[in-house]
């Protein structure tokens, strides 16, 4: 009688298992998107389409990016949550101000990390530098320093917008070291890169995509990077963090998804991109774009999330970010 019992639960406790392994199995079963929270063409859109075409390769499914900006990350996460997510079949892919920025400017940004968004896997990081007009004749960044405390109030620098990590970036150097320079709010880097090359910021914050040419044609001095390290595609230009210590507002490029995603779904997109990241092919392609390969979980991206929120808290009160 004991042996029977023992064989029909142990039956039964494997009946059970069974959706799991099933799904384990079959994952995924339809193809998988990829909400942006911008518009085509911004390193979260564009680190988002090169994996989802090498998951496609992986899966057996399609990976399709959406992209939907607006709010600030708002209009993502709402069609997140309409896209059935207890499935898994739908994940956010942003940098982190939806994340750190967003909540402090948009009352609307209910999310928490941990509770409404789940971390999947921590993608990429890539710098943000500091960059120079060659009317400033600044040509280092510690030039830089010297002609911002010489001249208080009297320059200025671009960002691709208020509240953008290329803003607070500044904001937090200036708290840190006790600057004074103007802040010129521009839509987009499209619009900020062309102010700095015309002369109509002396300074800006820019990813080094947008300015390479200009800086290769003398248009552009870089002066710093806001990553904790030096960047390896340009290894003469310092870190911010050699003169500021564990200064570190580098763009983080990670998956979200949201509450009630399956476990096993998590595991796996996490999974395979750990494994698309360690190919030679794309990590070329990756630092062609001075971007980083990381492709870490959802452990280590969470503790970076966290890491990033408390930095941009703090650069956000610098800046006297207000909510709307």
């Known amino acids: 009688m004991i042996n029977r019992r023992t064989a029909t639960l142990t039956a039964l406790a494997l009946c059970m298992d069974l959706p799991v392994a099933a799904l384990a199995q079959s994952y995924p079963t339809k193809p998988v998107k990829f909400i942006v929270p911008y518009s085509p063409g911004g390193l979260p859109d564009t680190v988002a389409r090169w994996v989802a075409q090498q998951l496609t390769e992986r899966i057996g499914q399609s990976v399709i990016v959406e992209n939907k900006p607006g709010g600030n990350g708002v209009v993502a996460y709402q069609a997140l949550l309409q896209s059935s997510p207890t499935d898994g079949h739908a994940f956010i892919v942003s940098d982190g101000s939806m994340l750190s920025i967003t909540p402090q400017i948009n009352k609307n940004a209910t999310w928490r990390i941990g509770e409404e968004l789940l971390p999947v896997s921590l993608i990429a990081t890539s710098p943000l530098f500091v960059a120079a007009h060659p009317k400033t004749g600044v040509s280092t960044f510690q030039e830089f320093l010297q002609a911002v405390k010489s001249k208080p109030g009297e320059y200025s620098y671009g960002s691709s917008g208020i509240g953008s990590t290329h803003h607070l970036t500044m904001e937090a150097l200036k708290a840190a070291l006790n600057l004074d320079i103007r802040h010129i709010p521009f839509k987009g880097s499209g619009q900020s890169t062309p102010a700095l090359v015309g002369g109509q910021v002396e300074f800006s914050v820019t990813a080094l995509p947008s300015v390479a040419g200009f800086v290769k044609s003398g248009q552009v001095k870089l002066l710093a990077s806001n990553a904790r390290e030096r960047s390896k595609q340009a290894p003469d230009v310092p ?86």
């Open 239 to 324: 870190a911010i963090a050699e003169t500021v210590p564990g200064f570190d507002f580098a763009v983080v490029v990670g998956v979200l998804a949201a509450k009630g995603t399956p476990p096993i779904a998590i595991e796996r997109i996490s999974k395979e991109i750990a494994e698309v990241i360690k190919k030679p092919e794309v990590i070329a392609t990756f630092h062609e774009a001075v971007v980083e390969p990381v492709g870490t979980g959802p452990a280590d991206y969470g503790r970076v999330i966290l890491r990033e929120n408390e930095a941009m808290a703090k650069a956000g009160k610098a800046a006297h970010l207000s909510m709307n």
